[in-house]
């Protein structure tokens, strides 16, 4: 089995309950174990040019034997169930699954790419990345000194 870790954000609704669900559906796709989870993290919407709430995110390791791009397609589907709308780019939604590392695996694609092409830019990302990975070295890639130059990016751990 592959080790994959999934990105989870939400910014409507009861967040946190979001995540929970969205992590009880990975831990139920065939082929599919999740490991362990980092903490919820609070931060405010970054590169929207609207009003939105806060989003609640956190970081989810799997064991799985999917491909890539079937956990990608497992994670959209996981979305849609939880109702997550595509109405425009960036715009609130109640569940956001990103596949943001994959042992082994590398891809610069259109559908997919991993690692994820932002994840050395969102401390959303790095901080719970670095509960599951002390040291941010991670299937083979370092991300300490990325999570140091961001700083918080206003993010503080929520109670929760």
């Known amino acids: 089995m592959a080790r994959a870790v999934i990105s989870m954000g939400s910014n409507l609704g009861d967040r946190a309950e979001s995540l929970k669900k969205a992590a009880a559906a990975l831990d139920r796709l065939p082929k599919c174990r999740v490991v362990r989870t980092s903490s919820f993290?609070?931060?405010?919407?970054?590169?929207?040019?609207?009003?939105?709430?806060?989003?609640?995110?956190?970081?989810a390791e799997i064991e799985t034997e999917l491909s890539p791009h079937a956990l990608l397609g497992a994670c959209l589907g996981i979305e849609a169930a939880l109702g997550r709308e595509r109405i425009y780019d960036k715009c609130p939604r109640v569940i956001d699954l990103d596949v943001i590392l994959y042992e082994?695996?590398?891809?610069?694609?259109?559908?997919?790419?991993?690692?994820?092409?932002?994840m050395r830019e969102r401390a959303f990302v790095l901080l719970p990345l670095s509960e599951l990975y002390p040291d941010l070295s991670v299937y083979g890639n370092d991300y300490l000194e990325d999570l140091e130059k961001l700083?918080?990016?206003?993010?503080?751990?929520?109670?929760?």
């Open 41 to 59: 993290y609070e931060t405010e919407p970054i590169g929207v040019s609207d009003e939105q709430p806060d989003y609640i995110n956190c970081v």
């Open 104 to 118: 082994g695996y590398t891809e610069l694609g259109e559908e997919l790419t991993v690692p994820h092409y932002a």
């Open 151 to 160: 700083g918080d990016q206003r993010l503080r751990k929520a109670d929760i």
